[in-house]
């Protein structure tokens, strides 16, 4: 299929928490230097964001907390409700999306079926009542697989491919280790073949070796199945190694985009040059 | 005049005692007789016996009469009896199958060796009033003794009753029973959680019978097992062992009514996480003929065990918040404090409150 | 006298049966609405009866309000006609009912309350079932707020109740529910049928009758129309099961009465350690005895 249409197109997408006054975008932002509006008091966690998601392209977006990276991922992730702009979703077959106004049905089945959510803490991405395959075939069976072996098979295949022991398919979330509940959300996350993977601060707080191992497994499942995918980090080497473009947020703002490392090189913004100076 | 909270506390205590007794003799009339109670309401004086942890239904007649009614008065008033009565003796542990049998029956099978047997259950009555009630007298009790005792069968009541938990055991059907338990006086020895299942179960058969059945209702509507099977209730007369000052051995000093009830759950077995499905029980026993509390404390027992086993995933499965909260005495005694003076501390309240709207009001 | 037979005796009443007007305009509004949304859980303002919750007060408001002189009524609980709650119900719609004709026999009866069980005899276009309810929500299994499962069954999302099956299959390699087995009406809501067996189950799909399922406490109503798609969940490669009654070597009981086995069986216990088997439905046995199967 010929990439001649984004997977996501985001245009002007905002998200503010308050009353909101007409002051609020012009007072915020990177040059007032903060996201809480001096008038309403409302917090702009994120305006005027815009950027294009290529199918198969990995796009970082790197910010410290507060930066509104992660609630751009909420946004598109339709978990949060959009207050100003449009991001239009692109499904394989061409269908379109304006998930700034989609119903909760639809919702409900991109979430289920297109999209993929990996979370910094797996608490908020597992089911920790059931084992680590019933947390697959809860995917599988939101997308309608109604075969008992084909959810065991795909299940012990997810296992093995996020290199967790297809023997622990029956064990408990609990019982895994932290890098190992973050590749069981991957599993789970990939389960139905969703279109778009978004990936929340997944290596944060986890060790340097275990960080690897779950860095290069994002690499081959990109190269495997090629799905688009949004890293959200304030880490410059995971975007470094993961992202071939990369967004800057600073105050709910985007602050410098571009080629990773075109960005890592040669940072126009004073934000992004004091980043990459301190990541040296 | 009214209630004055600052001074006149004596008067005012020996006014409501005189408030009181009028409303108790109110009318001039006949008082209750004490028999009376005791035998007319008897599930009334059986269910302050369970809260009070006293058997002596003569006296739990006494303290219904003298709590104008009130159950948990009642039951406080026997639990204070109780607590400095001197210990003569211990009981040895019974396994109910010596009950002398009021009622039995088994929600697992339709018919059980020994037979299910109705006994005097309001559970098929229609709750429809019955006036002429209102205007009985004596002649109309002596008519139904004579009634009852007119054809009672002349062959006796077979003996053998087996339990129906014993049936699904050979069977090997339910979890491994666990090594004898040791009774432990929760009166006279204080405990920290968690708490062994002994110590549970003796909490729970004097608790009040409402909140019980409130915490095993919520199992019942999913925040728990939701429907076990009764594998068997029964209500009958339990021989109380004591060993024979003499010569030691077990003698029967008296009985006691109690009514006991053994649920069954599917799948919850928690020997090994491979093994095949078993049945893994409840259990739940009390002074007097009360049913619901019987039943509400096998499914609290139920719950706890559950909760022990794989963690506590509502209320009821969590032993800590059953135990702490269904002592009627110590609740109702806790509730009822709130109506003490408290103006000490709501004026410290007060006072806080007002500080922090006046640093508010300044800083803005 | 009974507050029923005051009511029936009085001609001021317009109507006989318990309930009052209003009650019984609700439960038909409600029952049509049902049938409308195969499947669908009503709420309706389930009354207060002199039955205690639990003992059939909702199937015994469908009864009470749908019933009409000329009906014939049976009425069962596991199976059996005589059984102690059975017999208190009959006694108290018939009560309430006087011109209501009452019957053991599934062939003659028009209206039919039952608690646990579906008649073994295949029933017929002119009948009504009517079941006596505790849980009316499938999704009480894998969820305790309603608030939830109302969104749940609103969105068609079971997803968590598929995944306790898959968790059972894995675990026990069978589902674990027995009676009260999910089914999905009409391709859509997912019910409880109430507390029937497996074995009932596949009764009630495409059935010429017409069934009602009324819950008193939990205060809901549905229904599953005649010719409706009644199929229970279950994947696709583990297929639904009924009770097989088999003894060890496999053998198939038999009722020890009339020698069939093709029929839920009870299981006595004896006192010597053995088993009879028994038909359940007594009524079906007893035809069985007098037609000399």
């Known amino acids: 299929m010929v990439a001649d249409r984004p997977v996501l197109a985001v245009r002007g997408l905002s998200r503010i928490h308050g009353p909101a006054c007409p002051s609020c975008r012009d007072l915020t932002g990177d040059a007032a230097g903060t996201n809480v509006c001096p008038r309403c008091g409302s917090v702009v966690a994120v305006a005027d964001v815009a950027f294009d998601l290529w199918p198969g392209e990995i796009l970082g977006i790197m910010g410290e907390s507060g930066s509104g990276k992660s609630s751009v991922i909420r946004l598109i992730h339709l978990d949060d409700q959009v207050t100003a702009g449009s991001a239009v979703f692109r499904e394989h077959d061409g269908t379109e999306h304006e998930l700034a106004t989609t119903g909760e049905e639809t919702a409900r089945r991109l979430r289920d079926t297109r999209f993929g959510m990996v979370h910094q803490n797996p608490h908020l991405g597992l089911n920790y009542l059931v084992s680590a395959g019933g947390n697959i075939a809860e995917r599988l069976l939101c997308s309608g697989e109604r075969s008992f072996q084909a959810i065991r098979d795909r299940a012990l295949g997810l296992l093995t491919r996020t290199e967790i022991p297809p023997g622990r398919i029956d064990h408990q979330p609990r019982q895994f280790s932290g890098g190992m509940q973050q590749r069981l959300q991957i599993a789970r996350a990939l389960a139905p073949r969703p279109e778009l993977l978004l990936l929340d601060e997944v290596t944060t707080g986890l060790d340097l070796s275990v960080q690897a191992r779950i860095l290069d497994l994002i690499l081959e499942i990109q190269r495997e199945l090629g799905v688009a995918m949004l890293v959200v980090t304030h880490d410059l080497g995971v975007v470094r190694l993961l992202a071939g473009r990369t967004l800057v947020m600073r105050h709910g703002r985007v602050v410098e985009s571009g080629l990773t490392d075109q960005i890592l090189e040669d940072p126009q913004h004073p934000y992004t040059q004091q980043l990459v100076m301190s990541a040296l | ?364 | 006298m009974s507050q029923a037979t005051t009511r029936a005796a009085n001609p001021a009443a317009d109507r006989f049966g318990f309930l009052d007007d209003f009650a019984v305009r609700e439960i038909r509004r409600g029952l049509l609405k049902a049938l409308a949304i195969p499947g669908y859980q009503v709420p309706y303002a389930s009354r207060e009866m002199p039955v205690a919750r639990g003992f059939g007060t909702g199937g015994m408001q469908i009864t009470l309000a749908i019933a009409l002189p000329g009906d014939v009524l049976k009425v069962i609980d596991q199976g059996a006609d005589d059984s102690v709650n059975a017999v208190a119900l009959r006694r108290f719609i018939t009560a309430a009912c006087p011109e209501l004709a009452t019957t053991t026999s599934t062939a003659e009866a028009t209206l039919i309350q039952t608690r646990h069980r579906t008649p073994e005899r295949p029933l017929t276009a002119r009948q009504l079932m009517v079941y006596q309810v505790p849980y009316p929500d499938p999704l009480q299994i894998v969820e305790p707020s309603e608030a939830k499962r109302r969104r749940m069954h609103a969105y068609g999302d079971y997803a968590r109740l598929w995944v306790k099956l898959y968790e059972d299959v894995v675990r026990w390699h069978e589902v674990a529910l027995s009676n009260r087995y999910p089914a999905r009406v009409h391709g859509r809501y997912v019910i409880d049928p109430s507390p029937i067996p497996r074995w009932d189950l596949p009764k009630l799909h495409r059935s010429r009758a017409m069934h009602l399922f009324g819950a008193g406490r939990e205060k809901k109503l549905y229904a599953v129309p005649p010719f409706t798609d009644v199929v229970p969940l279950a994947f696709d490669d583990v297929p639904f099961q009924v009770e097989r009654f088999c003894d060890a070597a496999g053998r198939r009981h038999r009722c020890q009465t009339c020698g069939t086995d093709d029929t839920y069986l009870d299981e006595i216990p004896l006192p010597d350690g053995t088993r009879r088997w028994l038909c359940n439905d007594q009524d079906r046995c007893a035809e069985r005895m007098s037609h000399g199967r």
């Open chain 2, 1 to 364: 005049m009214g209630y004055v909270a600052v001074r006149g506390g004596e008067a005012a205590i020996a006014e409501a005692i005189r408030s009181l007794e009028m409303l108790r003799a109110g009318d001039g009339g006949e008082p209750l007789a004490v028999a009376a109670i005791q035998q007319q309401l008897r599930l009334l004086v059986d269910r302050v016996m369970s809260e009070g942890g006293l058997y002596d239904p003569r006296l739990a007649a006494l303290a219904i009469k003298q709590a104008h009614g009130d159950p948990l008065e009642a039951a406080f008033i026997l639990r204070a009896h109780r607590s400095n009565l001197p210990r003569l003796g211990e009981s040895a542990a019974h396994r109910g199958e010596g009950l002398r049998l009021v009622r039995r029956i088994s929600a697992a099978f339709k018919e059980i060796p020994g037979g299910q047997i109705l006994g005097p259950s309001t559970d098929y009555l229609q709750r429809l009033f019955r006036y002429e009630l209102m205007t009985e007298d004596a002649t109309a009790f002596r008519a139904a003794v004579q009634d009852w005792f007119a054809d009672l069968p002349a062959d006796a009541l077979p003996g053998e009753f087996p339990k129906v938990l014993d049936l699904l055991r050979a069977e090997g059907l339910l979890d491994d029973q666990p090594a004898a338990l040791e009774a432990i006086d929760i009166t006279r020895q204080t405990l920290a959680f968690p708490i062994p299942r002994p110590a549970r179960l003796a909490h729970l058969t004097r608790g009040e019978t409402g909140g019980l059945l409130t915490i095993a209702y919520s199992t019942m509507r999913g925040y728990g097992y939701l429907h076990p099977t009764v594998a068997e209730l029964r209500v009958g007369y339990l021989p109380v062992m004591l060993p024979d000052p003499l010569t030691g051995e077990a003698v029967e000093a008296g009985e006691v009514l109690i009514t006991e009830c053994e649920i069954i759950a599917t799948h919850e077995t928690h020997q090994g996480t491979d093994g095949p499905p078993r049945l893994s029980l409840g259990y739940g026993a009390c002074f007097g003929h009360n049913e619901i509390k019987a039943i509400a404390m096998a499914m609290c027992d139920r719950a706890m065990i559950s909760g022990e086993q794989r963690g506590a995933r509502h209320p009821a499965e969590d032993a800590e918040y059953v135990v702490c909260h269904v002592d009627g005495i110590e609740a109702m005694g806790f509730c009822s404090h709130y109506k003490l003076p408290h103006y000490v501390t709501f004026q410290s309240d007060l006072e806080n409150i007002r500080s922090s709207r006046a640093k508010m009001k300044g800083g803005a």
